[in-house]
């Protein structure tokens, strides 16, 4: 490709991304297809001779195109958000243009110190206090490997990564089962176990950790000679939200000596308004915390990021400097490559700063509280409608709710019809959860251009899709 056609084929792709967003709303937000029907449509060999880009681009419409949900659609109301604010998607095409590695200051020192500029912005709009650092990671599930590995390498004083965790004491680590599947993962990987997650029973409307069941579990664990390591608390929980009370852990973690990492994946971009920091009361005494404004807050996916208390204990877990890699720069370069599990990083700071300049604190805040008051709204209106229940209340805009007509023997098969109903009408986009062993449908808002009135139009495809089941 010549620097003519890149230049036709970035406006065209710029032409095309504009026509695209703008016609969401006209195509159904769940891809309307079945398994293997794209792929039969690709070539099952590579070409040997160059395709016209004509072809290439007619084939990415006509083809890849109807395989794709479209998590950009305003009606997205399923799983969390992955919103793109178009600024961020500009951004991001600088970054691709610029293809650099930001590995390693000398790397990409603009990359590196707008990294460390867009962090403390956002831990000033989080309303956290100085003196956390941070690093922006691929996706919150790295941020929590990397939170478990500094847990473990603290709890071993430092011999895990040279001695291997044969021979070592049993580590333990503390969460609910109100959890992201991603600590789960990180606790396999970091090879501490399964057996050594000890799932702590929660309490109250937010499914918030029992905090005297935790200490009871730390202490009995020490007195069979068991290390406890660290707690993982939850803000904000992928289900229903749940949410543990930080103040508590945090006390608990403390007198304890324990790491404590916050996964607020989700429930992080909302902080920026004051009225909902109470959710996260107590967060100052975190080691940890991890946030992604590629979620809610508008920065085109991936963007994670990872608060630090104390940078040296993760640095000292995870920095490796063979010689090929020595900077020799003057004290104080920050290499974010020694913060984080993979050496090879993305620009991811540059969407950040676009997207907070060319929208501001404040009108991030009023698209979040209007999320949470039409959520709350919507939640209302459904559990008012006859047939209908709440299962869990609205935590900031996600709720859950199922359909329980009279004479349905099993509300949970028909639960999951009227999913399957919503969904393949494609107006909107929903996803289910089990609370308490029974099936319910979740329901959040959050995507970057939804209106009030989309959110009236879900209530009406629910309610009418519940009555053609029937
Ligand atoms: C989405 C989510 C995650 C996983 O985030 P990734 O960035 O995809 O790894 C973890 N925890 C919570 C609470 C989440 O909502």
Redesign the pocket.
Known sequence: MNGEEFRHWSRKAADWGTDYRESLRERPVRAQTQPGEIAARIADTPPEAAEPMERIFADFEETILPGMTHWQHPRFFA??PANAAPVSVVAEYLVTVMAAQCMLWQTSPAATELETKVIDWLRQALGLPAGFSGVIQ???????LAAVLTMRERALDWQGNKQGLSGQQRLRIYATDQ??T??DRAIWVAGIGEENLVRVPVTGELRSMDAEVLEAAILADKAQGFVPAGIIA?V???SVGGTDDIAAVAAIARKHGLYLHV?????GSAMICPEFRHYWAGIEGADSI?F?P??WLGAQF?C?VQFIRDPDALVRTLAIKPEYLKTHGKDGIINYSEWSVPLGRRFRALKLWFLLRAHGLEELRGMIRNHVAWAGKLAKRIEAEPGFELVTHPMLSLFSFRHTPEGIADLDAHNLRLLEAINEDGRIYLTQTKVDGRFAIRFQVGQFDVTESDVDEAFEVITSMAVSIR
């Open positions: 799983y969390f691929d996706s919150a599930s790295s941020a929590t959890v992201h991603s600590i939850c904000g929980g992928t996964d607020a994946a989700w429930a991890v992604n590629h979620k991936d994670s």
